[in-house]
């Protein structure tokens, strides 16, 4: 997959996640139950509460996904994006207006448990799973790139 010396660039300095590429599968079922267990159990270890899946922050996830794939580029800027060219764009594309947000980019990983992992192990990313004012989540996948939205009130 192409990536812009920008994006590689902006993924150095934001620690955006990538794996070795592989076969891509898609997912259009969505997460399944352990990844929400994985978060919460991960978020309650921290002391922060619960957050819940909220289908406009899914939808805004999957169609950012789909986009980065089917595009070719890997950033939280969508170029010309049908749905926005920002995730505040994305998110209010879907019907989510939130006080909060945050995005998470993962490329590569072929399960849900290893995108877990990787944006744990993450600063940037581990900062935005553990965030106190989030209070929903939505994931997506397209192939083996992934997107994973938090808001507060979407």
């Known amino acids: 997959m192409k990536r812009s010396i920008a994006a590689l660039a902006f993924c150095a300095l934001a ?28 978020r309650a270890a921290q002391g922060r509460g619960a957050v819940v899946p909220d289908p406009k922050l899914r ?3 999957q169609r950012h996904a789909e986009d980065m794939r089917t595009r070719g580029y890997f950033s939280h800027q969508s170029p010309g994006g049908p749905h926005g060219n920002t995730m505040t764009e994305r998110m209010a594309a879907s019907g989510c207006q939130p006080g909060a947000s945050a995005e998470n980019i993962a490329q590569g990983q072929t399960s ?3 995108v ?15 965030g106190a004012r989030y209070t929903e989540y939505g994931l997506g996948r397209s192939g083996n790139t992934w997107v994973l939205l938090f808001s507060s009130d979407c």
């Open 15 to 42: 620690g955006c996640e990538t794996a070795p590429a592989t076969t891509q599968m898609s997912d259009p079922m969505g997460p399944t139950g352990d990844f929400a267990t994985d978060l919460n159990t991960f």
């Open 59 to 61: 939808q805004a996830a």
């Open 112 to 114: 849900e448990a290893a």
């Open 116 to 130: 877990f992992a990787s944006w744990q192990n993450s600063t940037g990313h581990r900062r935005n799973m553990l």
